[in-house]
Nanobody
Framework: QVQLVESGGGSAQAGGSLQLSCRAS????????MEWYRQPPGKERELVSS????????TYADSVKGRFTISQDHARNTVNLQMNSLKTEDTAVYYC?????????????????????WGQGTQVTVSS
């Protein structure tokens, strides 16, 4: 069973920092990329950052470039999002997600997932 569990959310002052972590289990962690999304109050969910399965390619939304850093730890099956110079507009529920196509083992064989897997979300609140 694939599980993504986020941690590290909470409250911070504008200009401060937080680090989010997402621990993955139930599939081959190195078989697919990972993504962080966020959903601000009353708005649509948006892609914040992504990292390829081998960690060589990262992407960032324009709104977080230069402030957020995504990384992954294959030994711990974890993807992290370091958030610096936080702004009030960073307030949102943050979700980690896998890319489509993660490899998992079931019933004696391997399969490619045809959809993303999502974590439960963690709240980040930035105050001025």
């Amino acid at each position: 069973q694939v599980q993504l569990v986020e941690s590290g959310g909470g409250s911070a002052q504008a200009g401060g920092s937080l680090q989010l972590s997402c621990r993955a289990s139930g599939y081959i962690f190195s078989s697919c990329g990972m993504e962080w999304y966020r959903q601000p109050p009353g708005k649509e969910r948006e892609l914040v950052s992504s990292i390829s399965s081998n960690g060589e390619t990262t992407t960032y939304a324009d709104s977080v470039k230069g402030r957020f850093t995504i990384s992954q730890d294959h030994a711990r099956n974890t993807v992290n999002l370091q958030m610096n110079s936080l702004k009030t507009e960073d307030t949102a529920v943050y979700y980690c997600a896998t890319d489509v196509g993660c490899l998992y083992f079931s019933g004696g064989d391997y399969y490619r997932a045809n959809s993303k897997y999502w974590g439960q979300g963690t709240q980040v609140t930035v105050s001025s």
